[in-house]
Each structure stands twice: as structure tokens, then as C-alpha cells.
């Protein structure tokens, strides 16, 4: 080895020893007598020290000819450090420098490489392999890395058997569009990459391996947002013979293990909401839960499949828009009467951008002598305001915040309504856990504008048992056997019992739009093999990139990739996608009109 140490293990215990450090030349001090050079690897950081009057000419003028990133070779002595640094480990320490190597020279770097970095996205983009020599880029990985290990460590002691699936191979609909590659040996025709390995794991399990997982890359060509990329890795399950409940089990272990081994948290055990509650009291299928304000509903419709009646506390007294709208619902957002006029306005006018699209805003102080102070004081009368206060369960001090409308768009925009709420009261503390499971999903949701069913999940998902029978009458109100994971309001798993019976699946797929001949085609050899003795089967697959960035607290899944794309799907650093060269197209028969 070239190195006795790395620049992240030396301490006072070493001191006289003679080591031998490799690393990066982060930054230089040069005092005239005196020279300071820090030294980068990647565990850490080495100070070196020269005196000028102890140290022979050739190594002074290699020191004084260092620039950043510099790498280097430094022989010599580990001594106490005079001015003691708290903040790094090896802060007690310096080498006093026998021998100074250069092993490379490098370009002044574009931006500095320290934690905090003057380098814009762009430009640690194309650099990405210089912004991944700065710690905290480092870490994430790191984190991932330890994150992989312990999942693998899991599975392996529940028995699950690791198995590679194949990268090209044909289409497989999760609802988002394919990446394609063109075949060269079979002109016209093209691979699909997967954007799971869906099918094959099912097919897995028809081969009665029982219990399988892969880490596993994913490719779904979508628009793109900070916790997406075009290219991503799942943890991906499947299962056989067991239930539901056997499958929360195994995958809330996975999770718990993980925050046990990877955090040091104990997460205890994950309270379960079904999906028709999570949007009743979040307005979401993954609610943010690390604090409560759950939404409170003054006028509401009848959910008929739930048995619950409709409410309206609230209809009546003239005011008409609350009159003539199908939801009226609210949150508390607690210890905020403060409010001013203008802090409303302003919340008014960020509900109404059109990413949101809410209508308008009412509210109701609930001031510190115990009045109510509301925007629809001509409406109602201060009994009204107090029975809507009991409703809310509202003290001095709050905040009601309502929004009415459609009852699908109004949940929604109070949902968002609740987040930022939640944001602004600093309720969701990255540090602070709360994971759930979401359960009884619908099967199906209707696309207007296709004017069809679609799968909520995916096409292979089995209806629950007990609603079977109203895929012939009612196909809006079929639940699924599907589950999701949801961690601080990020859906981080998903997954579902499957259909194993061939009729089932082909009636499923008829649901779906697809001909006899269409479902053959794709999926002819799924249906096949569920003639051969396929066990009753599910699984889930957790997106392991956002586990990464919801363990490490930051947002953007990008930093716990090593080299990701930017919001135009491109690597910039390779300059990819790139055009190829005509004898390539034409190798693969594909014209491409070139102006
Ligand atoms: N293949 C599914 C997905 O990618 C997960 C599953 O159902 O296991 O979301």
C-alpha cells in the first residue's frame, strides 16, 4: 500500500509514530516559517505542518508548489497539535513533514470542495465526480451503502433468496411510459426496460422459489421532480403462500430493522389506516402524520360502501356558497389566531395559485377573550362559530382554517393547506419519524380522460376476496388487496396480493380495455404460466432512493445517487442522451431524418 494510514484515523495515541498519508490537498496556509497543508481522504481530514527551518529545500518548494486537490504522498511524525481543532476527530494531532510526494497535479478545481461549496447545481452536476469528494455527498452514499447491507441482512434471515432479473425485456405496465432499446438482431423489434421487475417475480414464484428480493434498478420515462429519476432502485419482494397480514409483518420488520440498525430508533409498531380514512381525515393516500391536524368535515357527502352518512352542520343561513357546494372542511391549525389580516391574504393568495386552485379561504380566530372572530361573521351567528369551535376541538389561541368545493378537489387543496400549515408551525422535523401502513385501496380509478378503468396499482393486483362480486356491478367500489408504505408523508413501499388465477387475471385485463388478443400478446406468457400450479402469491417494492433520503433527512433523492440526472433526464456530466453515428442506426435499422 502506498499510505500506512488514512487522514480520518490519526489521534494523540499515534503520536511519534512515522505514517504515511495519500490523499487530496484540500487547502494550503503558508505562514513563510510555517506551512499548513490539509490533507483529504476519504475518511477524513490530516493536517500536515512543515517549519521551514527544519525541513530540507526540496520539500519546502514541493510544498509551496501544492495547489487544491493536489495529490499527494506525505511521509512523517504524528505529533500534538498546538491549537487543537474540536471539530474533526483528528483534530490533536498534525504530522511534521519528513517527505512530501506529488502523485498527480490537478486543475484548480471549478468550485471548492468543502462541506459548503460555491459550485451551483449545474456545475457539481458535470463535475459530479469532484462534488462526490465533499463529505456530506460522501455520507449519503455511505448511508446508502450501509442501508443496502442491512437490507440484504434482513432478507437473508427471513429467508429470501436474491435473484437478478433480466434488463431487457418487454413491456411491463406500472402506468408509466417505457424506456425502449432497439434490437439489432431482430430488425424493427424492441426491448423494454423494466420499470420493475413486476412480472418476473411473479414468474418466480410460479417456480416456487417463495420468497425472492432484489435490489434492483427501475426505468420509467416520467417528468421528472426532485425525488424522481428516470432511472431508480427499488427493494423489490414477492411472497408465496401467505396473506396479507403476513406480508405487513415481514416488510414493517424490514422497516423497523432498519431504523433500529441503520438510526438507533425504535419505531414500535405502524398503525395501519385504510385509504377511504386516510383521505377522509388527511385528503391524501399518504398522509404526513407526524402531526395530527386532521381534517374536520362541516358539510359532507355520504360515503354509501363505508355506511357513513352524510353531515352538514352548516347549510342554511344564507350564505350561499357554503349552500351550493358539496364539502365544507377544515383544519386546526393550532396556536395561530395571531394571524394577520395580511398572513391570510397571503395564504389566501398561495392557495389560489393554480398549482393548488382553491377557490378562497375562510377562517375563524379563536381569540384569547373566547370570542370567535370569523370571514363569515354576517352569516353565522356566534353559537354557530362556538358549535363549529366544538367540532374542531378549538381553544384560545386557534386557528380554523376551511375550504369548500368539490369534495375530491377540496380534500385535495386541504391537504396541501395541511402540509404547509404543518411546515410553517414547524411540525415536520426532518429528524422525527412516523410511519404507517395505508391499507384497502380501490382496485380500479377511472381515467376521464380516456373515458376508462385503470389499475391503482397495477394489473396484477387481486381485488379483495369479499369484492369479487362487484366487479360485475360496481366497479368504483372494488378494494384491493393492496398496501402502501408511507413515511412522513413519502409513499416509500407499495405492493399487493396478486391474482394467480388465469381467469381472473384475463377478466381483469378485459376490465382494463385490453382484447383477448392484446392481453395474449403481452401478457400471454403470465396467464400460461398460472396454468402450471401458480401458488397463491404478493409482494411489495419500497423505492430505495427515497428510503435513503428519508433516513438521511434531506429531500432531493439526488444526493444519495452517485451519478444522477438532472431535471431534463440528462447526465450532464457524460453528456447523455447523445446523438450515435449513422452506421449505428443503421446497424440497428433505425432513420433517423437528419436536416
Ligand atoms: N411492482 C410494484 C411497483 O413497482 C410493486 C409491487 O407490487 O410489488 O410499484
Not at 354557530?384 to 369551535?389: E, G, H, P, R, V
Not at 393547506?417 to 419519524?433: A, C, I, P, V
Not at 408504505?485 to 413519502?490: K, P
Not at 451519478?563 to 432513420?591: C, W, Y
Request: proline residues 4%.
Amino acid at each position: 500500500m502506498l499510505r500506512t494510514h488514512t487522514a480520518g484515523e490519526l489521534r494523540t495515541s499515534h503520536i511519534g509514530q512515522t505514517v504515511t498519508l495519500c490523499g487530496w490537498v484540500q487547502t494550503t496556509r503558508d505562514k513563510g516559517a510555517l506551512i499548513w497543508i490539509d490533507l483529504r481522504d476519504r475518511y477524513g481530514i490530516t493536517q500536515l505542518f512543515i517549519e521551514e527551518a527544519k525541513t530540507d529545500r526540496n520539500t519546502i518548494d514541493t510544498a509551496r508548489s501544492l495547489g487544491r486537490e493536489f495529490v499527494i504522498s506525505a511521509t512523517g511524525v504524528v505529533t500534538e497539535r498546538q491549537s487543537k481543532n474540536d471539530k474533526i476527530p483528528t483534530g490533536e494531532i498534525e504530522i511534521y513533514i519528513i517527505k512530501l510526494e506529488i502523485l498527480n497535479a490537478a486543475k484548480l478545481p471549478p468550485f471548492i470542495i468543502e462541506d459548503n461549496t460555491d459550485g451551483g447545481e449545474d456545475l457539481r452536476m458535470k463535475y459530479r465526480y469532484l462534488d462526490l469528494r465533499r463529505a456530506p455527498v460522501r455520507k449519503s452514499l455511505e448511508l446508502r451503502h450501509k442501508m443496502a447491507q442491512e437490507v440484504r441482512k434482513y432478507m437473508d434471515t427471513q429467508g429470501f433468496l436474491e435473484v437478478e432479473t433480466p434488463v431487457l425485456i418487454k413491456s411491463t405496465p406500472e402506468g408509466a411510459r417505457d424506456f425502449v432499446v432497439p434490437s439489432r438482431m431482430n430488425q424493427g423489434e424492441f426491448y423494454a426496460l423494466p420499470q420493475s421487475p413486476q412480472t418476473f417475480k411473479q414468474l418466480l414464484m410460479v417456480s416456487g422459489f417463495d420468497r425472492y428480493f432484489q435490489i434492483v434498478k427501475c426505468f420509467r420515462d416520467e417528468d421528472l421532480r426532485a425525488d424522481r429519476q428516470p432511472e431508480f432502485t427499488q427493494i423489490d419482494c414477492e411472497m408465496s403462500f401467505i396473506t396479507q397480514e403476513d406480508i405487513l409483518q415481514t416488510f414493517e420488520g424490514l422497516v423497523k430493522y432498519l431504523f433500529k440498525n441503520v438510526k438507533g430508533i425504535d419505531t414500535g409498531s405502524l398503525p395501519r389506516v385504510t385509504y377511504a380514512d386516510a383521505m377522509k381525515y388527511y385528503g391524501s393516500d399518504k398522509p404526513d402524520t407526524r402531526f395530527e391536524m386532521k381534517f374536520v368535515e362541516l358539510k359532507a357527502p355520504a360515503l354509501k360502501r363505508e355506511g357513513i352518512e352524510a353531515v352538514d352542520f352548516i347549510s342554511g343561513k344564507g350564505f350561499q356558497v357554503f349552500d351550493n357546494v358539496e364539502t365544507v372542511v377544515g383544519i386546526n391549525a393550532k396556536g395561530s389566531a395571531g394571524y394577520t389580516r395580511k398572513q391570510i391574504d397571503e395564504l389566501t393568495e398561495w392557495l389560489k395559485r393554480p398549482q393548488i386552485g382553491a377557490k378562497g379561504l375562510i377562517y375563524v380566530k379563536c381569540e384569547e377573550d373566547g370570542s370567535l372572530k370569523s370571514s363569515v361573521d354576517k352569516f353565522y351567528s356566534p353559537e354557530d362559530l362556538q358549535k363549529w369551535a366544538s367540532l374542531f376541538k378549538a381553544e384560545k389561541g386557534d386557528l380554523l382554517l376551511i375550504l369548500c368545493g368539490d369534495d375530491v378537489k377540496a380534500r385535495k387543496q386541504l391537504s396541501e393547506l395541511r402540509l404547509e400549515m404543518g411546515t410553517r408551525l414547524g411540525l415536520r422535523n426532518k429528524d422525527s419519524y412516523s410511519c404507517l401502513w395505508v391499507l384497502d385501496f380501490p382496485l380500479l380509478e377511472f381515467g376521464e380522460d380516456e373515458n376508462r378503468w385503470f389499475a391503482m396499482h397495477h394489473p396484477f393486483t387481486s381485488p379483495k376476496p369479499e369484492d369479487i362480486a362487484l366487479l360485475e356491478t360496481d366497479l368504483g367500489a372494488v378494494r384491493a388487496n393492496a398496501y402502501d408504505m408511507v413515511i412522513n408523508g413519502v409513499e416509500v413501499g407499495g405492493g399487493s396480493i396478486r391474482i394467480f388465477q388465469r381467469e381472473l387475471q384475463a377478466k381483469m385485463f378485459g376490465i382494463l380495455g385490453f382484447s383477448d388478443e392484446e392481453a395474449k400478446k403481452q401478457f400471454g406468457f403470465l396467464m400460461d404460466a398460472f396454468e402450471y400450479g401458480a401458488p397463491p402469491h404478493g409482494g411489495i417494492a419500497f423505492g430505495f432512493d427515497r428510503l435513503c433520503s428519508l433516513f438521511g433527512g434531506v429531500d432531493s433523492i439526488r444526493d444519495f445517487i452517485a451519478f444522477p440526472k438532472n431535471n431534463a433526464g440528462r447526465d450532464v456530466m457524460i453528456d447523455s442522451p447523445s446523438t450515435i453515428d449513422q452506421k449505428q442506426l443503421k446497424e440497428l435499422h433505425i432513420a433517423v431524418k437528419i436536416d
